[in-house]
Each structure stands twice: as structure tokens, then as C-alpha cells.
T-cell receptor
Framework: KQEVTQIPAALSVPEGENLVLNCSFT??????LQWFRQDPGKGLTSLLL?????REQTSGRLNASLDKSSGRSTLYIAASQPGDSATYLC????????????FGKGTKLTVNP | EAQVTQNPRYLITVTGKKLTVTCSQN?????MSWYRQDPGLGLRQIYY???????DKGDVPEGYKVSRKEKRNFPLILESPSPNQTSLYFC???????????????FGQGTRLTVV
């Protein structure tokens, strides 16, 4: 059974700091890994999708890496801003089966002005 | 604009009163699914559909029904809602990975359901 863990559960940083969010998964047989952002009471916004054959993806100040063999992904946020405050979720699609997304419980990020 | 639209966004209902949450996507995606999000439990899949008239249970299907009569729509039906179905519900869609091509999942804005 695929399990996804995100550490830390919460993170508070001062504005301008570079930071790393971690995601680990137990079964390396995945199709892809996707990072989402969720604002309180709101929907999920897709940030980055990393295919299983890729090692990283970049979008603006965000960079996500994937190491399938070790079951790890990181989301790097450069020069954090208060507007980055949200919960960040990672999810994987396991090969075979229903192709459902298996989510971690998220990291709640607070960027202080 | 590519999007997944859910309605209603907020709903308060009473135990036992049938309700439907609608979901529509404009991206011609084959794969659609429903998730519920609960504190401490995260997001869990309720039902999914690989295409029109093809649906199957996810991890927590009890108390829910779905239908997929058209490619763009995937309504979630609660025949007799109970308080333990109070939750935040999300609809999602993506291209079906028939060629095992990796695709991005798009989510609706969510429906906050309270059953009293």
C-alpha cells in the first residue's frame, strides 16, 4: 500500500528565506508526483508535476525534484513571500490500479513579513 | 479557461435528505474522481470514473453513488446523508493514462458539506 509522508507538518519562516518541503513515499512504482497548494477552505492548485522519468521541474520560484529510487521529493521555494503562506500537498499516482492520487497530509507554511 | 466546476460550494442539509453535488470539466478528460478531505485524515478517494459509463469504488465509497452519463459531468450523490459525511469534497479530472503518459490532475474549488 502506497503511503505518502510530508515533513514537517508545519513550518514558519521569515520573508525572503529559501526553504525546502519534503515528501516521501513508500512504493517507488509511481507514474508521477504532483505538488499542490491549498489555501484555507479553498481548492487545490497544481504547482508542479514531475513525471516518473524526470528528476526535476521548475516554475518561477519553485523547483521540485524527484528521486524515485529513494522514494523522495522536495519542493524548493526561493525568496519566500507572505503570499506563499498555504498548505502544500504532494501526491503520487501508483502504477497499476485505479490511478488515484495518494496524498500526504501536507505541510502548512507560514511566511512572516 | 481550463477548469473543474463544482456546485454548490457550501451546503448545509439534514440527515436523510438526498443531495447531489455536481462536477463538470471542460478539458475533455476521461478520468474523473471524487475525494473527501477531513482533518487528520487528509484526502481520500471516494469514487472514480475512467470514462463514460465506467465507474468504480475508491477507498471510502460507503454512502455515496456516482454516475457518468456524459464525459464532462460526474455528479456525486448522497442518497441518505449522515453527519459522518460532513466534510470538504473535491472533484478532480485528468487525461486517462491509457498510454501510461503522465498527466496533471485538476481540482475543483471544493464543496463544504455539513449534515446536521
Amino acid at each position: 500500500k502506497q503511503e505518502v509522508t510530508q515533513i514537517p507538518a508545519a513550518l514558519s519562516v521569515p520573508e525572503g528565506e529559501n526553504l525546502v518541503l519534503n515528501c516521501s513515499f513508500t512504493d517507488s512504482a509511481i507514474y508521477n508526483l504532483q505538488w499542490f497548494r491549498q489555501d484555507p477552505g479553498k481548492g487545490l492548485t497544481s504547482l508542479l508535476l514531475i513525471q516518473s522519468s524526470q528528476r526535476e521541474q521548475t516554475s518561477g520560484r519553485l523547483n521540485a525534484s524527484l528521486d524515485k529510487s529513494s522514494g523522495r521529493s522536495t519542493l524548493y521555494i526561493a525568496a519566500s513571500q507572505p503570499g506563499d503562506s498555504a498548505t502544500y500537498l504532494c501526491a503520487v499516482i501508483r502504477q497499476g490500479g485505479s490511478e488515484k492520487l495518494v496524498f500526504g497530509k501536507g505541510t502548512k507554511l507560514t511566511v512572516n513579513p | 479557461e481550463a477548469q473543474v466546476t463544482q456546485n454548490p460550494r457550501y451546503l448545509i442539509t439534514v440527515t436523510g435528505k438526498k443531495l447531489t453535488v455536481t462536477c463538470s470539466q471542460n478539458m475533455n478528460h476521461e478520468y474523473m474522481s471524487w475525494y473527501r478531505q477531513d482533518p487528520g485524515l487528509g484526502l481520500r478517494q471516494i469514487y472514480y470514473s475512467m470514462n463514460v459509463e465506467v465507474t468504480d469504488k475508491g477507498d471510502v465509497p460507503e454512502g455515496y453513488k456516482v454516475s457518468r452519463k456524459e464525459k464532462r459531468n460526474f455528479p456525486l450523490i448522497l442518497e441518505s446523508p449522515s453527519p459522518n459525511q460532513t466534510s470538504l469534497y473535491f472533484c478532480a479530472s485528468s487525461l486517462w493514462a491509457t498510454a501510461r503518459m503522465n498527466t496533471e490532475a485538476f481540482f475543483g474549488q471544493g464543496t463544504r458539506l455539513t449534515v446536521v
